[in-house]
């Protein structure tokens, strides 16, 4: 009712749900026999007769991915029996606009166990969130090649192993949270072949090695956290053309060398960075207060410093709400 808009189309869907009753014989009659495998339930809380269409293959893929999560304390995956995945009892599954598994969200159940190669059979889902669980080993690299899959999110479990480089193949990803895990080795450079990506997160986990110059050429990121690991070389030159960039995170690692002196007017929509306890040294670069939108810049906790340039002095007297720290 809140697509209409206003009291005639809430008069229209009031007279809907008291003709549906009076339907509902005949949508039955005429609708089950037609396709046996339909099965049509009419709500008389909202209204709507919903429709569903038996998906076997699935139902039985979900199970699979049910196998490896083998602690389950609060039975929610319980109700994951016969063949209508897109209808209730099924918990944490979205069927959007059909009869497919599209969303799947398991998040903050207390889920343990594996996260099993047979989720990636899973081909048109859109979404998956099972963040804040307690699943361990290691992240499907398949799950990179999921057709449709756009969010991926896994924060706050204990995955362990790499950062599958297979995001860069996919084709469809555009937000990845990969953290607060365990995950080890080096943020794979092959990640930013994905040129839809755009909210990367890998931030609290035990990654070693370099900040991939190469996410400087991934014109669509927008936020790029990676603090709280073990990263270290130096703070890229080559993400001063990041035009949508917003928030650049990557405090708590060891970073060396200085801030680029080449972050400036090209970063059009940069708001927030922060390079705090790190290994930086030299001089805070004037060029940093020609950021268009910058409101957050934390550079406390590293080596050796400079003054503070008149120019950023300046912003932060000017802009209220502007933070500057270090
Ligand atoms: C993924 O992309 C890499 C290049 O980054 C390529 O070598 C590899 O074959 C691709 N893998 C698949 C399964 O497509
Ligand atoms: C970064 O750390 C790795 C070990 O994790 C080391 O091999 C590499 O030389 C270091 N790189 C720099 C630039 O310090
Ligand atoms: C920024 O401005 C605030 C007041 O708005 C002031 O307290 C703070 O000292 C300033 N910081 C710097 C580095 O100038």
């Given at each position: ?41 009419y709500d008389p809380y909202t209204g709507y007769v919903d429709h569903a269409v ?104 204990r995955f362990t192993g790499g950062v599958p480089a297979t995001l860069g193949n ?157």
């Open positions: 009712m809140t697509r209409g808009g206003g009291t005639a189309s809430a008069a229209r869907a009031a007279a809907r749900a008291a003709a549906l009753p009076l339907l509902l014989p005949l949508l039955l009659a005429t609708t089950i026999p037609l396709a046996r495998a339909r099965v049509d339930l038996a998906n076997p293959a699935q139902a039985s893929i979900l199970r699979r991915v049910r196998d490896g999560m083998t602690d389950d304390p609060n039975r929610a995956l319980l109700n994951w029996e016969g063949d209508y995945p897109c209808k209730q009892p099924w918990v944490g599954i979205r069927c959007y606009q059909g009869n497919d598994v599209t969303h799947l969200d398991l998040s903050h159940r207390s889920i343990g166990g594996d996260l099993l190669d047979a989720i990636a059979e899973l081909d048109t889902l859109v979404e998956l969130d099972l963040s804040s669980n307690f699943l361990t080993g290691p992240i499907p690299t398949a799950i990179g090649l999921m057709p449709r899959l756009a969010t991926l999110n896994l924060r706050a479990n996919s084709s469809s990803l555009r937000h990845v949270s990969l953290a607060q895990n365990r995950l080890r080795g080096t943020i794979p450079a092959a990640a930013a072949n994905n040129a839809k990506l755009t909210t990367l997160d890998l931030s609290a986990n035990a990654l070693t090695g370099p900040i991939p110059t190469e996410f400087g050429g991934v014109a669509a990121l927008v936020e790029l956290h990676v603090a709280k690991n073990m990263l270290n070389g130096t703070v890229p030159r080559e993400f001063a053309g990041l035009a949508r960039l917003r928030s650049f995170r990557a405090q708590g690692n060891v970073l060396e060398g200085t801030v680029p002196d080449n972050w400036g007017s090209g970063m059009l929509d940069l708001e927030a960075i922060d390079l705090s306890r790190n290994f930086l040294y030299g001089d805070v670069p004037a060029n940093l207060a020609n950021i268009p939108k910058l409101r957050e810049l934390r550079l406390n906790h590293n080596q050796v410093w400079g003054t503070t340039p008149a120019a950023l002095i300046a912003l932060n007297a000017s802009v209220p709400g502007f933070v500057i720290v270090r």
